[in-house]
């Protein structure tokens, strides 16, 4: 029988205006700091090294890197775990993350201030990080009972048709460092909820909060080697997704690294019985288109935001304003002293410019304004930033008068750095967001129900907002994965997302064969 769940609410979000909230976030970053520079493993030959970015002399975590010994080792052991994990009930999964939810709940401020410290999150995004994981802990649980009552759509005569969501088998889960915390363990648990096991294997950037993760759903009573976590670089991942006992790939990062996924999980192994699938989130491009006939402030503040919160290291991030000629040169004046208001400083002291993450990062931002500098015009930010503990800082950055095709319009930067470009009227305003490889987020800012709806048919992204920044998904009202080389519009956190960690078993029985006993203590237990 299926269990009972209270409806599904989102996590609300923390007030840190509050004194005491503010109080107790900053005894919850003291008290991780004090938790500093452990070492987790036994050390080898490589490992892991993960700093704070806005301090990068500040050691998280020390990790021992995967060997290939190790890797195959995770890989067995999630093999065996899987023939108990996927024979037990929905329900009893569900409960598992229930309980995971509750106790990350209870330790809110404590995650909060483990992605200030490893990312680089001010306060606002890591509290919002924290509370997606709640959500798609809450939410998949609930999802995995409604897949498991599934029935087809008619019964045929004479017989007993019934319709099974099954699990796969063993996966690997390669989540991003941006997100460290709430797209690893949504792809996590999403993976898990279904009966299949799975080898994490998070980014060399972000592993300590995977080690913290683990452990409390080792905490919350999941048994041993259901979730095997590997740390490691670009090699254990590689190893991972062309094992021939790994049957799915839920990967979420660039573009570059996701197609490689792709294909090379495409290429079957000798002895490999299946096909091997990949959920994909890749990078964007995304727009904000902004109409001569919008709020033009309320539009500033969503393009402002949507850039350069947490550092525009978001791939829903927008990196292109596509903005009416008429309101052209208003908007950028406005833009730029928006922009120019925004503190860039440590996040542990809820600065709300982030560093980007690592030198790597850094260097990559600083060329891209020189293309920037040589394609466009500057009209804020475009330098490096010095603090006192010389993070990875990029001043928020916007060029405008960026032609359509140029590197800065057609490129993912990740970081902070806006080209604004010019449209005629709303069909090259259109026709410009579409011209890019991607389509994962997009916004439009107009007061015209006729422009929106034409926006909601010829927008190709697959997150679009109206009158709103085009980043912020929430878990169940906004479905989220894109178009074109954005991913497999996997929409996690919406109804769909469940279906690809498992795969439909029909059977069908005659009735009037099993012996009346039988039948009766079937309807006794429910089936």
Known sequence: MQATLPPFRNEAFTDFADPQIKENMTAAIAAVTAQLGRTYGTLAAEQVVSVNPARPAQVIGTHAAATPAEIDAAIQTAQEAFATWSAGSAQERAALLVKAAGMVRERHLEFCAWLVLEVGKNWAEADADVGECIDFLEFYAREALRLDAAITPIQFPGERNQLRYVPLGVGAVIPPWNFPFAIMAGMTAASIVCGNTVVLKPSPDAPTVAERFVALMTEAGLPGGVINLLQGGAEVGSALVESKHVRFIAFTGSKKVGLEIHERAARTQPGQRFIKRTILELGGKDAIIVDADCDLDAAVEGVAVSAFGFGGQKCSACSRAIVDERVYDAFCDKLAKRVASIQVGDPADNAYGAPVINTAAFERVLRYIEIGNAEGKLIAGGTAVDTPGHGYFVAPTVFRDIAKDSRLAQEEVFGPVLAVLRSKDFDDALRI??????????????????????????????NLYMNRKCTGAMVGAHPFGGFNLSGTDSKAGGPDYLLLFTQGKSVAEKVGVVSAHDEEEEQRMGL
Do not use: W
């Not at 890019?436 to 992204?461: N, P």
């Open 433 to 462: 967001a579409n011209d890019t490889d991607y389509g994962l987020t997009g916004a439009v800012y107009t007061s015209s129900r006729a422009k929106l709806e034409r926006a909601r048919r010829e927008f190709h992204v697959g």
